[in-house]
């Protein structure tokens, strides 16, 4: 993914949050962890954020190599247990979780558990760990995907690991919210063009003449 992609996802993703709220995502998950920093700099000052590593609020001196970085231990506000970010979201206490899934359908729906037939997968997956659970419960879900093609977005996922309460999908050439048909596309990045987003998607889509 060239570095403009890289930025412009993560930009898109900060605008997504919210000052005052509570965030957390997983391991693996680059974009969001410089999305979250990103916001807490410009807009969000007062954003509660949970990183994996079990850090609240970390103050990096640098901007993180990975999101298990120690340098993600800096400054911290306080420490958790992961089974306390499940426990905070079952009580309605999380707002937003960042997911993802090797699959994306036009419901929302996330597969990180067997492509193709579930008995006999062309590709087996690791799982979604849980991610069912936060999708049913965090307030909203907001997914991200570093690769935008007809076979990462698809009409219907081979096996739906985790769905519900998605918000928007961010991905290199757009960004999608969840509407009453599906997803529906809410912008455009500057360097895709219409085409292209029907092209790479595997379910239609409808580009309004007004859409950003």
Same mark, same amino acid.
């Given at each position: 993914?060239?570095?403009? *992609?890289?930025d412009?996802?993560?930009?898109? %993703?900060?605008? %997504? ?6 965030? @957390? ?20 000052? !007062?954003?509660?954020?949970?990183? *994996?590593?079990?850090? &609240?609020?970390p ?16 400054? /911290?506000?306080?420490?958790?247990? %992961? ?12 707002? /937003? ?6 699959? *994306? ?19 087996? $997956? ?6 069912? @659970? ?10 991200w995907? /570093? ?6 977005? &698809?009409e219907?996922?081979? @096996? ?6 998605? !918000?928007?999908? &961010? /991905? ?10 599906? $997803?529906?596309?809410?912008? *455009?990045?500057?360097?895709? !063009? ?8 595997? @379910?239609?889509?409808? &580009? ?5």
């Amino acid at each position: 993914m060239s570095l403009h *992609i890289a930025d412009q996802m993560a930009v898109s %993703l900060a605008r %997504l949050l919210r000052n005052g709220e509570t965030v @957390f995502h997983g391991v693996a998950s680059p974009l969001p962890m410089v999305a979250i920093l990103l916001a807490r700099k410009l807009h969000a000052p !007062d954003l509660v954020y949970l990183n *994996i590593t079990g850090s &609240v609020d970390p103050q990096p001196e640098r901007l993180p190599e990975s999101t298990v970085d120690p340098v993600l231990l800096a400054g /911290t506000a306080g420490f958790f247990e %992961l089974k306390d970010v499940f426990d905070l979201a079952a009580r309605g206490r999380l707002d /937003t979780a960042f997911l993802s899934g090797l699959q *994306i359908d036009r419901r929302g729906c996330i597969n990180m558990s067997a492509v193709g037939p579930y008995d006999r997968p062309k590709v087996r $997956l690791p799982g979604g760990a849980g991610s069912a @659970f936060l999708m049913e419960t965090a307030g909203r879900v907001l997914l991200w995907r /570093t690769k935008h093609d007809s076979r990462t977005f &698809v009409e219907r996922v081979s @096996f739906a690991t985790a769905c519900g309460r998605v !918000d928007r999908v &961010v /991905t290199p050439l757009v960004v999608f919210r969840l509407g009453p048909q599906g $997803l529906e596309v809410e912008s *455009i990045h500057p360097y895709a !063009d219409p085409e292209l987003v029907r092209r790479e998607t595997g @379910f239609p889509v409808t &580009v309004d003449a007004d859409t950003p």
